[in-house]
């Protein structure tokens, strides 16, 4: 058994202001995202400059921290929200969904990609290798808030986690997530994204990398308490939001591979 580190939540504390790992890590995310998506620009539209670039990072921010914070409400805990609405606005304590984020970043490009007069599969696909950075980090700023721990296990990596009630060792879920949907999908979309690709591939690869990566990982992390499984005794809901990006992944990169063909 690995002892966990035991960091702080609070990276900042400067009198009643407090400034939390979580937060930091999306400024992280956003940031390195910023940093290599300005790497690519030339590649995506070389008459874009850096003010345009911006004000796509701002917007899909945007559409991250206000989807992925709604996402959760309306997927996860919307009870509780409703019974006690100044809750949403307690992001630093965690409780922000994926799939309510990837909605968000999908109408703040669409909004963008109209006010661009760029294609909306063209601006996705450049944007979809950059996202896994900020999934990384999202997962770190989930393990040193001690939250969303795996189920108990033995094996030699499980930790005691200062969060779970029972104190057993568990597996480190957000590690295997960090690793997975961080560092694995970021390989394998800046490999696959070397060679042009027709348009809605690698938006396509993302979808369907994704949602294999979080189906697999939920079966070793333990479902939100307020819902538990929700079908056969180990279905969650983040596998179930998980199927159509699967089945759309799959999808997009039918089609586009389809419609290459037929340009041949």
């Known amino acids: 058994m690995l002892q966990y580190p035991a960091i702080d939540p609070v990276a ?5 202001l407090k400034i ?6 999306y400024l992280v995310g956003i940031g390195a995202a910023w940093l290599l998506a300005k790497r690519r620009l030339a590649q995506f539209d070389p ?39 100044a809750l949403v606005l307690r992001i630093w304590e965690g409780g922000m969904s994926f799939h309510g984020g990837f909605i968000g970043v999908l ?27 900020g999934l990384g980090a999202g997962r770190i700023g989930n393990f040193i808030n001690a939250e969303l721990w795996g189920k108990a296990s033995s094996v030699p990596w499980a930790m005691i986690f200062p969060t779970d009630p ?22 394998i979309l800046w490999l ?7 348009t809605m591939a690698v938006s396509g690869l993302f979808a369907l990398c994704y949602g294999i990566f979080r189906f697999a990982v939920e079966f070793v992390r333990v479902p939100d308490a307020q819902l538990g499984y929700l079908a056969f005794d180990w279905l969650t809901m983040g596998q179930i939001l998980c199927l159509p990006m699967m089945a ?12 290459e063909e037929a340009q041949a």
């Not at 900042?12 to 009643?16: L, M």
């Not at 696959?192 to 027709?198: D, F, H, I, L, S």
């Not at 759309?248 to 419609?259: D, E, P, S, T």
């Open 248 to 259: 759309v992944g799959i999808l997009l990169m039918f089609i586009a591979y389809r419609r």
């Open 20 to 25: 939390h790992w979580y937060g930091l890590m």
């Open 12 to 16: 900042i504390a400067i009198g009643p």
């Open 166 to 187: 029972a104190q057993l060792p568990r597996h480190p879920s957000q590690l295997y997530q960090f690793a997975l949907e961080g560092v694995a999908l970021f390989v």
């Open 192 to 198: 696959y994204t070397r060679k042009p690709r027709p």
């Open 107 to 133: 109408l703040a490009v669409f909004w963008f990609a109209r006010k661009q007069k760029k294609p909306f599969w063209a601006l996705m696909d450049f944007i979809a290798p950059l996202v896994p950075i």
């Open 47 to 85: 008459s874009w400059n850096k003010d345009t670039l911006s004000d796509l990072v701002f917007w899909c921010a945007l559409g991250v921290i206000a989807g992925g914070r709604l996402g959760y409400v309306l997927f996860y805990d919307l009870a509780s929200y409703i019974a006690n609405p």
